[in-house]
């Protein structure tokens, strides 16, 4: 099974996205989603990488005792989040080219409300942030200071994010970059999960600290709805990871439900999702992207560009790691 750290390597991007209705074919249509006779696996979760173990372990806590699924996707990410071993997301991520660890995030329950968080510093959990500007703020989205103020008003502590590991890499980096920031496989990665509670409502969250050594003030796809997460209860709910300029450039995961809203399963929307970004950007040498999603059934995909991604999964009778169908080959 490969890991994370062989999913991506240096990514050419190009290309815009449209929408198409070429996809619904009849041979793909294995979902409907208004079909009552069909049973539904719930509680679920699923989660993106082999961190995804862990955090679907303590989405599981909420879910297992009948708790609501936005508790349980910010538990779970929160669990990535604040540990300092993964240099991808929360405390111990990578910095930006000027040494700075700046994270994003974003959180959407079943009555479609959501919150995120972009560029923000010195914040250990940014998904409680996003999940505060959800539910205290008329806003969806805050930034940078802004969003660091935020933060400290409702009460969160700052954080060196900046672990000793990290500063090495970063410093490392520095001695031949020439100050231009890279994308490859050690260095970029989310957490995206997905659950359907027991009462049969969906929710979503996606953080990260995006790519390494990337300019001061890029933002990526992750806290970005319906480029990195996006739920609609009636349906279902998906979210990315890879190179986030690719997936904004088509609304991924918005379009991944709205394929699931079609027909479509929720491996053949990945698929498709995938298929449309390599249709639209005219060099893919080594670029990746990923997709997983859960649909109202509680049925469960995943699909990328090349090999290599998988995703964590758990109901009351699996735990385990799933390699997802790709494309292709490196």
Not at 12 to 18: D, K, Q, R, S, Y
Not at 101 to 106: G, H, I, Q, R
């Given at each position: 099974m490969k890991t994370r750290r062989n999913f991506l390597k240096l990514s050419?991007?190009?290309?815009?996205?449209?929408i198409s209705n070429s996809c619904f074919s009849k041979e793909n249509e294995s979902v409907k989603i208004?079909?009552?006779s069909k049973n539904v696996i719930k509680p679920i979760v699923i989660s993106t990488w082999i961190h995804g173990m862990e955090a679907n372990a303590a989405a599981w806590e909420i879910l297992a005792k009948k708790g609501n699924s936005i508790d349980a996707v910010e538990a779970g990410v929160r669990v990535t989040e604040s540990d300092p071993e993964n240099s991808s997301v929360g405390i111990g991520g990578l910095p930006d080219r000027d040494g700075k660890?700046?994270?994003?995030?974003?959180?959407m329950d079943h009555e479609n409300n959501c919150g995120a968080v972009a560029c923000l510093q010195d914040i250990e959990n940014p998904i409680s942030v996003a999940r505060k500007v959800m539910e205290d703020t008329p806003h969806v989205m805050l930034v940078g200071d802004g969003a660091k103020q935020f933060a400290l008003e409702k009460g969160f502590k700052e954080t060196n994010l900046l672990t000793n590991s990290s500063k090495t890499a970063w410093e490392k980096w520095k001695e031949e970059s020439k100050y231009q920031p890279v994308i490859n496989s050690e260095n970029h990665d989310t957490i995206g999960l997905l659950a359907l509670d027991e009462k049969g409502n969906l929710a979503g969250a996606c953080t990260t600290s995006g790519m390494a050594y990337k300019l001061h003030g890029r933002v990526g796809d992750s806290p970005i709805i319906g480029a990195g997460l996006f739920v609609d209860n009636e349906v279902g709910a998906a979210c990315a990871t890879g190179v986030g300029e690719a997936v904004i450039r088509i609304a991924g995961s918005a379009i991944v439900v709205e394929l699931m809203r079609n027909g479509l399963s929720p491996n053949d929307a990945c698929k498709e999702a995938v298929q449309r970004i390599i249709k639209k950007h005219k060099d893919l040498t080594n670029m990746?992207?990923?997709f997983i999603a859960l649909n109202k059934y509680g049925e469960t995909g995943g699909y990328s560009v090349y090999a290599g991604f998988n995703y964590a999964l758990k109901s009351s009778s699996q735990n385990e790691m799933v390699d997802a169908k790709f494309d292709r080959n490196w």
């Open positions: 050419a991007l190009g290309g815009v996205a449209i208004n079909d009552t660890v700046t994270l994003d995030a974003c959180i990746q992207v990923g």
